[in-house]
């Protein structure tokens, strides 16, 4: 089922936005003004709010009372703890879904590999990560516990514009792709522990690719990141 107009132009504003503050062009602190926004992109002011209601649960964005939305700031420190627990979350969600997964459920995985290979080709970073998110929440629903489904999506979230902007950098959608092949033929084949670990070296973001996903980071944002 598409999406309603409006929810378009939310999704649609949320991803310039994000990509803004990404990018530098808005900096941590700097007021995001309702009217000021839906004026600059011609739409009413529902799909800002929705937007900037998008981005501030994916921690870009602060809610402050009296003040409204602004560019949010996150350390280093914290985004690499918050990689870490994601990591550890969707490893084990992996190894259960290698246990649990139904036969519907493993079709439904190659299928969503098979997508997301699909997208790689195309080179579309914004369709890679749409069909990754449904890679992803497949191996959440195969382990068959809500609550983790739950808390991981959370966090999932929370991380998101990161993500997504690790998808711009050269090679990382083939990578990422790769990765994707050894969670799968371990899940297929019920090897848990195997598929807890190509999970976690899937998500983790570390060494190098720490460095470059900072480095990557405008010089304001790194200022404020690095606290």
Known sequence: MSKQPHVRRADDLRRRLEREILSGRLSPGEKLDETKLAQRFKVSRTPVREALLQLASGGLVDM?????????????QQLLQMFEVMAEMEALCARLAARRMTNAERRTLEQQHRNCAECAADGEPDDYYEANRLFHEAIYAGAHNSYLEETTRALRNRLSAYRRFQLDQPGRMDRSLSEHGAVVAAILAGDADAAADAMRGHVTIQGDVFTDLVSALPPAYVQAVAG
């Open 64 to 76: 402050r009372p009296r003040q409204g939305a602004v560019v949010a700031a996150c350390t280093v």
